[in-house]
DNA sequence: ATGGCGTATGGAATACGA
């Protein structure tokens, strides 16, 4: 997580990810987190309420005055965008014909600049790793298929993230052990290839990975049930940022929240920032 | 130590997370 200095005249941009598990829940966190690290934009998964519900009025108190929301019908899944700068071109897309709210995208504008930005969340896939006994398992797998069919087309945009919760954790360092995740929903070797050709196909930059050497383990997520999780420290990467090649090289710095795991009530995930310089 | 927790809907008990 090296920091080099921005070049004079460079325009600073900042982009978050995090599941929040339920935003409404974790309202104070979330302005908490915006308040003390003041990205410019905050993608956010599994916000668990639909459009009508979401907390705009709290958001915009805090200058973050532009929202792109896919909440569906509310209760489950749900992704929105909460941007300080303006958005533009605010879409999404049903992936496996399902119309589960699991993606919206947005055009970020930055002083001239245009960057694209795609906010998934991945299906989990339940229990079995095994597509013909489980139906969820079957649905992510053709979900990271579909992503990697379609991403490639993304790349028309231009300067483009795609960023958030893709539930899967596809290197050996991003799980606390790969001998015991190996047949884990989220780390077997069939999604961690799905994840990994999703990402090659498209040209994408694992941003993270680019600033913390592939010897060391990073995690994003804890689970609730361990008694003292930071102890026991199992966690895995589940939550990732892609860059196109161009942006990367303008990236400056990812950070990982790790305190935010013990911040009151917490979601089980904790926000990952990107730092960039646009020429 | 794959659930010991947490949130959703609905108004108790069950689905889902990963």
């Avoid at 879409?91 to 919206?104: E, I, M, Q, W, Y």
């Avoid at 298929?145 to 490639?152: C, F, G, I, R, T």
């Avoid at 893709?166 to 001998?179: C, I, Q």
Wanted: charged share 25%.
């Amino acid at each position: 997580m090296t920091a080099v200095p921005p070049s004079a005249g460079a325009t600073a941009l900042s982009v978050a990810t995090w599941n929040i598990n339920s935003v409404r829940m974790r309202q104070g966190i979330v302005t908490r987190f915006l308040e003390t690290e003041a990205p410019d934009v905050l993608c956010l998964q599994e916000t668990k309420c639909g459009d009508g519900q979401f907390p705009t009025a709290a958001f915009r108190r805090i200058g973050y005055d532009h929202m792109a929301l896919n909440g569906g019908k509310g209760g489950w899944h749900g992704v929105a965008i909460v941007s300080r700068l303006p958005l533009a071109d605010i879409a999404n897309r049903s992936f496996c014909g399902k119309g589960d709210p699991r993606h919206v995208t947005a055009t970020v504008l930055v002083g001239g600049h245009r960057v694209r930005l795609h906010n998934f969340y991945v299906p989990a896939g339940g229990d079995e790793p095994d597509g013909t006994v489980n139906p969820k398992f079957a649905h992510k797998m053709d979900f990271l298929a579909e992503m990697a069919a379609w991403l490639p087309h993304a790349q028309a945009d231009g300067a483009t993230l795609v960023v958030g919760d893709l539930n899967v954790a596809p290197y050996e360092t991003d799980v606390w052990s790969h001998k015991a995740l190996i047949k884990v929903v989220s780390h077997t070797p069939e999604e961690c290839a799905a994840l990994e050709k999703a990402r090659i196909d498209g040209g994408w930059v694992d941003l993270t990975r680019r600033f913390v050497p592939m010897d060391e383990r990073i995690y994003t997520w804890w689970s609730y049930r361990a008694k003292d999780w930071r102890a026991a420290d199992k966690g895995r990467r589940l939550d990732h940022v892609w860059a196109t090649p161009d942006l990367a090289d303008r990236a400056l710095a990812v950070r990982i929240l790790k305190d935010a795991r013990d911040w009151p009530r917490p979601s089980d995930h904790v926000p990952v920032v990107a730092h960039f310089a646009l020429p």
